[in-house]
Nanobody, 116 residues
Framework: QVQLVESGGGLVQPGGSLRLSCAAS????????MSWYRQAPGKERELVAS????????NFPDSVKGRFTISRDNAKDTVYLQMNSLKPEDTAMYYC?????????WGQGTQVTVSS
């Protein structure tokens, strides 16, 4: 059974940091591209970070570039999202995604709220 379980979300003040984790099971994690997406109320889901299966290459949209980093540990079947200098507009539900070809899996999400 495929599972992606996100953790690490919470309430943080503007300028603060959070580290999200996504633990995977039930599939060959090391062969999948892993990504983080987010969705704020009333908005479409958007990509915030992706990393290749071997961890050699990452990709970020301009909105988070320089503030977010993504990493993975293929020995632990886990992907991480380090978020620094958080802004109120980063408030959203954050989802972990695994993709290989046409196969795609999603986690249930973890809420991140940036507010003073």
């Amino acid at each position: 059974q495929v599972q992606l379980v996100e953790s690490g979300g919470g309430l943080v003040q503007p300028g603060g940091s959070l580290r999200l984790s996504c633990a995977a099971s039930g599939f060959d994690f090391s062969s999948y591209i892993m990504s983080w997406y987010r969705q704020a109320p009333g908005k479409e889901r958007e990509l915030v970070a992706s990393i290749t299966s071997d961890g050699a290459s990452t990709n970020f949209p301009d909105s988070v570039k320089g503030r977010f980093t993504i990493s993975r540990d293929n020995a632990k079947d886990t992907v991480y999202l380090q978020m620094n200098s958080l802004k109120p507009e980063d408030t959203a539900m954050y989802y972990c995604n695994a993709r290989r070809g046409i196969r795609k899996y999603w986690g249930q999400g973890t809420q991140v709220t940036v507010s003073s």
